[in-house]
């Protein structure tokens, strides 16, 4: 009977490990995707820049001739 208490007591205590393993990746897997928005973001408004000025040097050149 102690082992089987001791048994279901261990089975408790390994579960809530794994629910507390699964909401912290959750968490972390959150965050992860809040960080690869906001780089994607700079990377695209990075782009932006860069077809802008790409185009007036075009444009420049364009209308030096």
């Known amino acids: 009977m102690l082992s ?3 048994g279901a007591f261990h089975d408790i205590l390994r579960a809530k490990i794994n629910i507390c393993d ?4 959750s ?7 809040r960080e690869n928005k906001k780089k994607e973001k700079k990377k ?3 782009r932006k820049e860069r077809r ?3 185009l007036t040097v075009i444009i420049k050149n ?3 001739k």
Do not use: A, D, G, H
């Open 22 to 25: 699964f909401e912290s990746f």
């Open 27 to 33: 968490v972390k897997r959150k965050i992860f995707r």
């Open 62 to 64: 364009l209308l030096s």
């Open 4 to 6: 089987r208490l001791y």
């Open 52 to 54: 802008e000025e790409e």
């Open 44 to 46: 695209e408004e990075f």
